[in-house]
């Protein structure tokens, strides 16, 4: 999670990070990318000492990037030592800020490599859809989420679940998402990634769960009158979940619009009980 007083910083990268991955034309190419920034997040994580020098805002911002620079020289690419050069340069409240930083760099390449391979509305909907699944099994979202267990086991837990039924950008973005020491929750991790994929178009996406389909002419309206009310461009994904019974959960962000008949009539139980 970047801190306030980092997201400058990361807005900063943002711009950088953008410009090495116009380099790449292939998706391959920016799977590679990816895993090598995850692979130096793993590094520092490891390394405390490097870590805090890296991170160290009173220091000289240069000097920071050629130590860090100068170590990666003959392990990762010139682009993967760039955009951490360019990371390590900047002011970050802290190193886990700045590993996070990394990290987050590393699923924007490969949606960027799923937008260049035409597969992005693909990727947000499985990924969309996963997250649906954890939400209706409770236990499977703690297994994942079980970092006391080993992570090749998570990984080969969510493997088995996608097989290569998914796109296999969303397959490397599901098993960083349990492998990763910095990702604590397998749905929280989805919700970012889901925001990070629509702020590739500029835009918002409403997760809605509604008890039945909606028609195109109430999507198209309900994208309308959200877009009205949040005053940007909103666009929708619709699962379908009979135990909402009917009405509709809106999830935009971090707020949850909840308009179920499932959600009233727990409301009046409590209302009687008390």
Known sequence: MIHAASRQALADLRGQVESVIGRFSTLDGLIGLADELYAVVDLLIGQPQLRRKIADPTTNAERRADLIGGL?????????????????????????DLLDALEISGDDALLAGAEQDGALD?????????????????????????????????????????????HLVTQRLLMHAVASQRKRSVTHSIDALLELADRRRSRSM????????????????LAAALSELYGRTIAIRLAIDPDVLGGLVVHLGDEVIDGSIASRLIQAKNALAG
Do not use: H, N, P
Request: glycine share 2%.
């Open 72 to 96: 990666l020289a003959d392990s990762v690419s010139a682009s993967t030592t760039q955009v951490v050069r360019d990371a390590v340069m900047l002011r970050w409240s802290s190193a886990w």
């Open 122 to 166: 693909e990727v947000e909907d499985e990924l969309f859809r996963f997250e649906r699944i954890l939400d209706g099994d409770s236990r499977l979202a703690t297994l994942l989420d079980d970092y006391a267990a080993d992570a090749d086991r998570r990984i080969e837990l969510v493997q088995r679940l996608v097989q290569d039924k998914a």
């Open 206 to 221: 409403a997760r809605v769960v509604s008890a039945v389909e909606l028609s195109a002419v109430q999507e198209a309206r």
